[in-house]
């Protein structure tokens, strides 16, 4: 027994066993299928059947369907930055998060092809309901954060998640992929929740925030869509966001997310790995000696990164121009890209709807608009 065991992935150990509890199951036969298509279902059942680790689960399956993800709903995918980083260190990647299950998936792809250490990634509880998609997520080396608990339930469980991320990056290697946010950014403003560091520094016990950070090795990853498949799913939340409304989800509302975000067209994906948090810590450590005001420049410097090498695509700009009403940006794509984004815009959303038009189109300009604030304030 370990004190992780409710929030944990599998040991390798446990790995089998749990393949052979799903290897019959219908929406395994349905993922294999999709990914192997030309296989027969025997041929990749005895392969399911003699899979003992995470690593061989990962790398002779899932790795193919994100492969084949890759090839049927998008135009590619690119990567930037992965080259200043020791293939054999672990990291902490605090990313920006668009897609439930894509922008970890993407990741460590990218992380196997280039034989580097591959993530343990957080998933929140919630979306792993059905017994199925828990086993799948801790056989992707998912451990989950626990949703819906008291302050007082939510207090101990950001400790015991703390105390887990920093095990993984200190004494088994293992890097680690964490959101940037408590859930995904809904309208395009990728920023750093104070929360997320809180939780994070938990572990710190008496060494100094700075200091403790440089420890974990923190890297800021920019992951940016040219179409995001989910956009009008996030509509109705962003909706009742501006009425000052209780958004209630409904049923089964997360797992038709999580099957858009894959199936749906996304066009070019881009993943930017930024430089290792050092350097601005010691800064902020000689500048700041209130923790609150060492977070919060924390944060300023995760956001600043992120959205610095964030890749903007012709719909940003579209979009930014569509929704301010100019041609400011009309030199970064073609007449053509523009009439199929107003096409998209057309197709997902009631356009006389002033509120939902200009929310659906924010959610794509807003990352041209913090990359220009940006600009200003470095002059």
Known sequence: MSKFDEIRSFDDREVNEAVQSVVRHPMMKALMNFTFPDVDDE???DQLKDTFSIYDFQKNFISHTIRKILETSSQGLTTSGFENLDKNAS????SNHRDIVLDTSLLNLVLLEKDFVMTSSAIGDNLVQQNFLHILAKLNRNFL?????SLREQLKSSQ?????????????NRSVWIAQREGRTKDGNDATQQGVLKMLAMASNHTSIPDFFKNLKIVPLSISYEYDPTDVLKMPQLLAKQKDEVYVKAKDEDFTTMMSGVLGQK??????????????LDDISANFD????QLQAIAQIID????QNYHLWPTNYIAYDLLNQTNQFSKNYTEKEKQLFERRLEMRINVDDEILKNGFLSMY???VVNKMKLVSQSF
């Open 160 to 172: 015991l998640m703390s105390e887990y991320i920093f095990q993984l990056l200190k004494s088994e």
């Open 267 to 280: 066009k070019r994906i881009h993943l930017h790995s930024g430089n290792v948090l050092h350097q601005e």
């Open 304 to 307: 600043e990164s992120i959205i």
């Open 290 to 293: 209130n923790k609150n005001k």
């Open 43 to 45: 041929i990749w059942s």
């Open 91 to 94: 990291y902490l990647f605090v």
């Open 145 to 149: 954060v626990q949703r819906g608990l």
């Open 365 to 367: 300009a807003n990352p």
